[in-house]
Every structure is written in structure tokens, then in C-alpha cells.
């Protein structure tokens, strides 16, 4: 009787979990699937190559759009990478537990929650107004200021995750202190902070806020990173508010190559975090 | 060549927790020394004084003298001491990202010697050492990882003795190892005191008996009794080593 009903629960259980699952999914594929449909028929080699072309002009693409988010993403890497592996290091590595480094994690946490137009308003003030233009720099900057707590946390959690009888073994050779933790520590953790940095590109991939104040968008090629830049998401909603069919149609392709760009980031990070586990 | 230690009153925290009170010991070079005691009597702490591992831990200190051929080492760079003193982990802990290879060599390579012709030599000898040169031999690109536990222990052991040290400290190094991975790391110390002082922490009466030349029994933070292991076993001085080593507790 009593085994009965536990079966009768279980499945209804199960049932339960399944659908919320299938729910769950509705949005997601909804997503994907409308705009695979409105764009699929307008992401051609054109639109890799090609300029925007002015309104009522046939053909055109968003190569420019395509090379600068590319470009966004290249500068906010080269800074924001970095600095957060080396201060996810002086977090685990050298100040655990200090006054000092429990004031950075929570910052660092408080900088994840804040809505990414803040941060583009600050840098447009700080360093656009400064330099009295807009620029793929000022844009890079803003994207790496949204990359570096995720990329602190994530190298954090990694470099926890290696066993401290692994630094004693480097010690007791007479290694010092920082080459231990750069070429022993780092490498064993180096999977998951590659994984974690690529997500944080992810992240920062489709910000679109943030650039409006920063990198501008551009519709020409920018000659040097002091000059105003075109970015994807930059270019989708600036088509996709204007009053034309066509250029709709632009926007609709320019975000199926945006989410293919994400689905790629995040599937090579993927990628890499389970050969890590094998 | 082996280097005699000399311990002079030490005494060990861990925060406020004092764990070691005023040890005084003579180590003779080039011999077998196993520390015995029962579980928390501070057998790895006294081991980790004498490289000085002790003091990386946060909030950890000690206090006191330990002579290594006569030179105070708390008067001296610590990374330079852990070169001349060695150590082998409890449990075997291999680099992970690194191959069998560069796992034996890590303490040379990562110290500056880049002669790759050297460091191979080094890896050669220094495995023949652990015992394990045949059975790695072939895959030396392979990660350390893809051993056994007792051939990681062996590794380890390879790696210890690459930088050629002149002590050797382990800490119970067999304790997770099988019987026979045990007795081929038992003829291994054996073997290595001609060119070694070791210092060896062991839960096994019996192991301590095999391979020790002299052997301390500690208890509660302090050194109750140390002399020839035939002695400690045979004709012990303190009741407390008695009762210890007939079972009676511990
Ligand atoms: N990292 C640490 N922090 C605080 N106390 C510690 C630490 N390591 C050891 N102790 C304490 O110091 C005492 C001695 O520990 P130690 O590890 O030296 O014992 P041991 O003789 O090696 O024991 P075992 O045979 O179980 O390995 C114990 O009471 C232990 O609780
Ligand atoms: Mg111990």
C-alpha cells in the first residue's frame, strides 16, 4: 500500500519537473527559432562582406558591424582577461582573508549585479567626454569593465579548486612562492580559467547598451580604434527602430549571426571544460 | 652526502595552539630515522619544522633552533633550505598538468636549468632511484596522473631526489600504498641512506623496525624517547614508549 503510493508520488514528481523543463524551453526555442526564420534568408556571403548600403539601395551586409564587434570583443579581452586572472591570484593566492580582499570580492560582486548602461554612462563621461570623440577604444573599455568580475570569480573558483598539497609540493623543491603559482598552480587550473574567460567574452559579445555611449557605431569601416565603431548589436537596433522593411530585414540577420557568434563562444568553452573533466 | 640535523628546543603553534613543546633531538647523517607516535602527536608538524613548511601556513610559527650541519635554518632563505631538505607527501601528489617527465624534473627546470641534455640525465637517475625508471620509461610524455597510486608515491619520490637534496623528510609514505608498493618503498630507503639522511613519519611499528637505524617516539607535542630502534623495541626507557609499543594505547 504504502510502496504504491511512494510510486505514485514519485512519478508525479517526475511529471512535474518534465513540464516546468518544457516550459522552460518554450521561450529558448521560441527565440531561436523566430529569429533563424526572419533571418536565415538574408545572411548570405554578402552580408559578411559587404558595407551597409544607403536606404533604398539593394544588397548590402554588416562586415564592418561583424569586424568591429570582433574588434570590441579583441580589446576587451587583451584588458580585461588579464587583470582579472591576476587579481583572481592575489585573491586566492596571497590575501585570503584580509579586510582588504573581503572589500574587492564584494565589489567585485556588486560590479556583476550593476546594469551594463551605468557602466557605459561612466566611461562615456570618464574617457569619451575627456577625449572629446567616441571610439572603439572608450568601447573596449566598457566591455572589459563588464568582463573583469566575471573573470575574477571564475579564476577564483578554478584556482581554489587546486589542492594546496599541490603548492606545498612546488615549496618543498625550493620552487619560490610566484613561479609556483605561475607555472604549477595556474596550469592545473588552466582549463577552467579558459573556460570562465570565454564565457566572459560570451557575456560581453551582445552588450549593446554600453557601446551606444562608447564605441557609437559607425556605417564605414573605422581606420584606427580612436574612431567611432560599428558593433552587431550597435547596427541590429539601429535597423531594427528604423521605419524600413529592408533594413528590418538587415537586423534580423545581423542577430542570427550574433547569436551564432554567442552559440560559438560558449560551445568552444564548453568544449574545453569537458575534455578537462575526461 | 647526508648532513646531520640538530634540534634545539623547538616549539610549534598553530595559531594560539601550541604542539610541539621543547624538542631537543640529534638526527645522525646518512641513517634511517623514524618518528613514531599516535595519531596528533605532532609527527608531521616536527618534520614540516624542519623544511620550514611549517611556517607557510597562515598564523603558524615555531620557535627554537634547527642546526643543519651546524647552520641555524631559521637564520636562513627558506626556499633555499627546502633545496638541500626534501620532502615526500602523505599522499602522493604528482602535478597534474604536467607529464611524468617534466613532474621529476619540475624542481630543476623551474629552478633555471634549462640543459635539456641534463635534465634528461637527471630524470634518468632520479627515477632509477624511485624504482620506476622501467616501468615509465616508455611513456614519459604521459601525465603523472595516468599512474597508479604507488607509482605516483614513486614518482613523488623521483621528484624529491632530482633536486638532490641531502635530507630527506616523508611523511608517511606508504600509508596509502598496497604491501608490495610498501616494501618496494621500504628497500628504496634502504637503499638511499648511503647518500641521504632521511627522517621518516610512520603509523607501522613493524616499518619502523625493518628500516630504521634510530627511532623517536613522540606523544602529546613532546619527544618522549629517542635512540636505536633495537632499543626503543626492545628495552624502551619510558613506560609511556612501552605501553605504546605493546599496544597498550595509541
Ligand atoms: N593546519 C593546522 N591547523 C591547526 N591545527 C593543526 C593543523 N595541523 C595540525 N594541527 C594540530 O596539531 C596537532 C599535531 O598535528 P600533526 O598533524 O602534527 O599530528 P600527527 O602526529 O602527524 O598525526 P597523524 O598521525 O594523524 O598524521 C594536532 O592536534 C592537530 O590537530
Ligand atoms: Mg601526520
Redesign the pocket.
Known amino acids: 500500500m504504502k510502496k504504491h503510493r511512494r510510486k505514485y508520488v514519485n512519478a508525479l514528481m517526475l511529471a512535474l519537473f518534465s513540464i516546468a523543463t518544457l516550459i522552460a524551453l518554450v521561450p529558448l526555442f521560441g527565440v531561436l527559432g523566430y529569429v533563424f526564420k526572419n533571418g536565415v534568408m538574408d545572411v548570405n556571403l554578402k552580408f559578411f562582406l559587404d558595407l551597409p548600403v544607403p536606404m533604398g539601395m539593394t544588397g548590402g551586409g554588416m562586415a564592418n558591424a561583424i569586424v568591429g564587434t570582433l574588434i570590441l570583443i579583441a580589446i576587451a579581452s587583451v584588458l580585461g582577461i588579464p587583470i582579472g586572472i591576476l587579481a583572481a591570484i592575489y585573491l586566492t593566492e596571497y590575501d585570503r582573508l584580509s579586510w582588504f580582499s573581503t572589500l574587492i570580492r564584494f565589489t567585485t560582486d556588486v560590479l556583476t549585479g550593476i546594469p551594463s548602461i551605468i557602466i557605459g554612462i561612466v566611461v562615456y563621461t570618464a574617457i569619451v567626454v575627456k577625449m572629446k570623440h567616441f571610439s572603439a577604444f572608450s568601447g573596449g573599455i566598457a566591455l572589459a569593465i563588464i568582463m573583469i568580475p566575471v573573470v575574477i570569480r571564475s579564476t577564483e573558483e578554478m584556482l581554489k579548486l587546486v589542492p594546496h598539497t599541490i603548492r606545498e609540493a612546488g615549496y618543498a623543491l625550493g620552487i619560490p612562492r610566484w613561479r609556483t603559482i605561475i607555472q604549477i598552480v595556474l596550469p592545473t587550473a588552466a582549463k577552467g580559467i579558459v573556460t570562465g574567460s570565454m564565457l566572459a567574452v560570451a557575456r560581453v559579445a551582445g552588450e549593446t547598451a554600453p557601446l551606444l555611449f562608447t564605441a557609437l557605431g559607425n556605417q564605414y569601416w573605422a581606420h584606427n580604434l580612436n574612431q567611432p565603431i560599428a558593433a552587431l548589436p550597435l547596427s541590429i537596433y539601429e535597423y531594427a527602430t528604423s521605419p524600413y522593411k529592408q533594413w528590418h530585414e538587415q537586423a534580423w540577420a545581423g542577430s542570427l549571426v550574433l547569436i551564432f557568434l554567442v552559440i560559438i563562444l560558449n560551445a568552444t568553452a564548453r568544449l574545453a571544460f569537458r575534455t578537462r573533466n575526461n | 652526502m647526508g648532513q646531520s640535523l640538530s634540534v634545539r628546543n623547538l616549539e610549534a603553534w ?2 594560539s ?1 601550541k ?1 610541539l613543546h621543547g624538542i631537543n633531538m640529534e638526527i645522525a647523517k646518512n641513517e634511517v630515522t623514524a618518528i613514531i ?10 618534520i ?1 619544522c624542519i623544511n620550514r613548511m611549517h611556517d607557510t ?1 597562515p ?2 610559527k615555531a620557535t627554537g633552533e634547527i642546526l643543519l650541519d651546524g647552520a641555524n635554518i631559521y637564520a636562513n632563505d627558506p626556499v633555499e633550505l627546502r633545496r638541500t631538505v626534501g620532502m615526500v607527501f ?1 599522499k602522493p601528489n604528482p602535478f597534474p598538468a604536467m607529464s611524468i617527465f617534466d613532474n621529476v624534473v619540475a624542481g630543476l627546470k623551474l629552478n633555471g636549468m634549462r640543459n635539456k641534455k641534463k635534465l634528461k640525465e637527471a630524470a634518468e637517475k632520479s627515477l632509477n632511484m624511485a624504482a620506476l625508471w622501467d616501468e615509465v620509461k616508455d611513456r614519459l610524455g604521459h601525465s603523472g596522473m595516468s599512474l597508479s597510486g604507488g607509482q605516483q608515491q614513486r614518482l613523488c619520490i623521483a621528484r624529491a631526489l632530482a633536486v638532490e637534496p641531502s635530507v630527506l623528510l616523508m ?2 609514505p606508504a600509508s596509502a600504498l598496497d604491501p608490495i608498493a610498501t616494501l618496494r618503498i621500504e628497500e628504496l630507503v634502504t637503499q638511499l641512506k648511503s647518500s641521504y639522511t632521511i627522517v621518516i ?1 610512520t ?1 607501522n611499528m613493524q616499518q619502523a623496525a625493518r628500516i630504521a637505524d634510530s627511532t623517536a617516539f ?1 606523544l602529546n ?1 613532546e619527544l618522549v624517547e629517542h635512540g636505536a630502534t633495537s632499543d626503543i623495541f626492545m628495552t624502551p626507557r619510558d613506560k609511556r614508549t612501552e605501553d605504546y609499543i605493546t599496544g597498550r594505547f595509541g
Open positions: 598553530y595559531g595552539n604542539t607516535g599516535p595519531s596528533g602527536c605532532g609527527k608531521s608538524t616536527f614540516r601556513l598564523g603558524a602523505q611523511d608517511e613519519v603509523h613522540f607535542g
